[in-house]
């Protein structure tokens, strides 16, 4: 069952004596995380300035929007189509600003993780959730677990740093089951076996053949994993499941202003309830940094199969 871990007045190492508190603290926090338990800070954990946060609350054309998000390497952002030129430079600045914080917010943390893991996108989620209209499958008040099919393929776990920067209003979550709860409940459902079999249709079974044989040659096409696939087909069909989205148990926590929180959710099944203006900071957690790996979705699905089914068989075929 998943737990709030409420951490207040964090001081972070200053001398030798100190640096060992805070790995033997880094190991506990990321232990509480891999059993699918929700790290809550209630006080401002990074700063964002007064003028930043009236400057994303002040961007009414985006309301309808789910996420833009951030590419810190590169410093590109996705889905900004409505923005001016000022507004974007603005934005791009406040979201870097954002990102190098959250990673050197979290790296001092978390530090077990911090040597191995993978920065990877940040966002910004100005969109009131109970007005976004878009398709069941992109929407994010119903309970799923993440996925990328294209950006984890190795069985990574993704981590998520929030803070919900509304000045004024609660950030609603729900949460569900776990993912080995969630595997033993539709393991031999009928229903989600035939949802996996439609999903794989003949235009992408030639897809995935022209790839595959593209890559043989040495043309860069990325192929899915057996795993990458499996866990997108699993957070698609939950969000398409009325039955388990109506009757399936759920916790709400509420997120304060200015509060932030870390959790993986690969491993928990998710939802936002309500809530509008966040930011948000994710980190792909490779399997050599995770403590326990055989609380991963990976390590439970190839206990499941007695199969290996991460990026390892394609770079075999492609040998």
Not at 89 to 113: H, M, Q, T
Not at 177 to 185: E, P, R, T
């Amino acid at each position: 069952m998943t737990k709030l871990i409420k951490i207040e007045n964090i001081t972070f190492a200053s001398s030798p004596s100190s640096a060992s508190k805070a790995l033997e603290r880094g190991k506990e926090l990321c232990q509480s995380l891999e059993s699918s338990n929700i790290l809550f800070f209630p006080n401002k954990s990074i700063e964002i300035s007064k003028e930043d946060i009236e400057f994303l609350t002040s961007l009414k054309d985006l309301n309808a929007s789910k996420h833009i998000f951030f590419k810190p390497q590169t410093s590109e952002l996705i889905n900004k189509d409505k923005l001016s030129i000022q507004e974007l430079e603005r934005l791009k600045d406040i979201l870097r600003k954002f990102s190098k914080a959250a990673v050197e917010f979290v790296g001092k943390l978390l530090i077990p993780y911090s040597k191995n893991w993978h920065i990877d996108l940040a966002s910004f989620r100005p969109g009131n959730i109970e007005k976004i209209k878009t398709n069941t499958y992109e929407r994010e008040d119903l309970l799923h677990t993440d996925a990328y099919p294209l950006r984890n393929k190795s069985g990574d776990r993704v981590l998520k740093f929030f803070i919900n920067i509304n000045p004024e209003e609660d950030r609603e979550w729900i949460t569900g089951d776990l993912f080995c709860d969630l595997i033993s409940k539709f393991q031999h459902d009928e229903e989600f076996s035939c949802f996996c079999k439609k999903e794989e249709t003949l235009t992408g079974k030639l897809t995935k053949i022209m790839k595959t044989t593209a890559n043989k040659i040495g043309l860069p096409f990325s192929l899915p994993s057996t795993y990458s696939e499996f866990m997108h087909k699993l957070h698609k069909f939950l969000k398409g499941n009325k039955e388990y989205q109506e009757t399936s148990h759920k916790n709400l926590w509420k997120f304060p202003p200015n509060s932030s929180w870390l959790v993986f959710t690969d491993s928990l099944a998710h939802a936002v309830k309500s809530g509008q203006y966040a930011l948000e900071q994710t980190f792909l957690i490779p399997r050599r940094a995770i403590l326990n790996p055989e609380k991963s979705p990976l390590c439970i699905l190839q206990r499941m199969t007695g199969e290996n089914i991460s990026e390892k068989e394609y770079q075999e075929i492609n040998s």
